[in-house]
């Protein structure tokens, strides 16, 4: 498996179980919000692997890293360094 296939997958397997066609629409948006930002992590750590430090949003792990600067700070424009 590529690192994004082990990305999405370790995020994706900590999610609780889809609500039922029953729940009620609270439930459902907070599912879907809750895999958007699954999904948001995995992928902003796999772009990050790729040298795309500036790349939001990251697993907790990945922000405390110390070679990243504040987050919300303003991110480069492409092309500039991150540091």
């Given amino acids: ?6 990305l999405l ?3 994706l397997k900590h999610l ?10 609270k439930e459902k948006k907070a599912s879907s919000e809750q895999m958007s930002a ?4 995995a992928f902003g750590a796999a772009l990050q692997r ?7 949003p990251a697993p907790p792990a990945e ?9 919300a700070a303003t991110k480069p424009k492409l092309g500039q360094d991150a540091n």
């Fill in 63 to 71: 922000v405390r890293n110390p070679k990243v600067k504040n987050r």
């Fill in 16 to 25: 609780p179980p889809k609500p039922g066609n029953d729940a009620s629409q």
């Fill in 38 to 41: 699954a999904i948001a992590r």
């Fill in 1 to 6: 498996m590529s690192d994004i296939d082990d």
């Fill in 9 to 11: 997958t370790g995020e």
């Fill in 50 to 56: 790729r040298g795309l430090d500036g790349t939001t």
